[in-house]
């Protein structure tokens, strides 16, 4: 059975642009979550999707956004980059919304902004 | 603020040794709690959770406490392997607001000297 996979793996942008993140989640599973993992604060939420809506956002100004697909794909967008959007933006997928966290996550889209 | 802390950036035991990982908590609201395991290059994997309404669990050589009283948590690993290097972030989920939505503390870095 395959796990999450994101892409990109790697990618750099310059300051101003902006950026678009694929996940695919386990084959099944209808929740996406995603993560952004800085040294300096660790892993922080940022939304999930389920169904195709929004459930839960995280403390994260609007140029963070995302969406899910009919097929439970999704994608995060950050728009206007800024220095401090380096990070490793993981997504993690779960059966569903009930369950209790254990959540299953992929390998993260490292993001460098110069 | 952090509501999930872990205050040992870096721990370091000898093979065959106990290894213990402390977490600490400051909202009451939290219900679930897990530990997530990560390799370099990977994004964290699941290891073991414990409910508000359990004070201990266990998963062969690894066992999590929970103290609410004190909103602390402990993970033990016994004997530790070299393997078992890695970093380990504790997990607290409010599942009122939705599983998904993890509170992660920054990790501890684990290191098994052989």
């Known amino acids: 059975k395959a796990g999450v996979t994101q892409t990109p793996r790697y990618l750099i942008k310059t300051r101003g642009q902006q950026v678009t993140l694929s996940c695919s989640p386990i084959?099944?599973?209808?929740?996406v979550s995603w993560y952004q993992q800085t040294p300096g604060q660790g892993l922080q939420f940022l939304f999930e999707y389920f169904s195709e809506t929004q459930r839960n956002k995280g403390n994260f100004p609007g140029r963070f956004s995302g969406r899910q697909f009919s097929n439970s794909r999704s994608e995060m967008n950050v728009s206007t980059l800024e220095l401090g959007d380096s990070a490793l933006y993981l997504c993690?997928?779960?059966?569903?919304?009930?369950?209790?966290?254990?959540?299953?996550f992929g390998e993260g889209s490292r993001l460098t902004v110069l | 603020d952090q509501q999930v802390k872990q205050n040992s950036p870096s721990l370091s035991v000898q093979e065959g040794r106990i290894s213990i990982l402390n977490c600490d908590y400051t909202?009451?609201?939290?219900?679930?709690f897990l530990w997530y395991k990560k390799y370099p290059a990977e994004g964290p994997t699941f290891l073991i959770s414990?409910?508000?309404?359990?004070d201990k669990n266990e998963d062969g050589r690894f066992t999590v406490f929970l103290n609410k009283s004190a909103k602390h948590l402990s993970l033990h690993i016994v004997p530790s392997q070299p393997g078992d290097s890695a970093v380990y972030f504790c997990a607290a989920s409010p599942r009122l607001q939705g599983a998904q939505k993890l509170v992660f503390g920054q990790g501890t870095r684990l290191t098994i000297n052989p």
């Open positions: 084959s099944g599973h209808r929740s």
């Open positions: 993690a997928s779960s059966l569903y919304r009930g369950n209790t966290g254990e959540l299953f």
């Open positions: 414990i409910s508000s309404i359990k």
């Open positions: 909202n009451s609201m939290f219900d679930y």
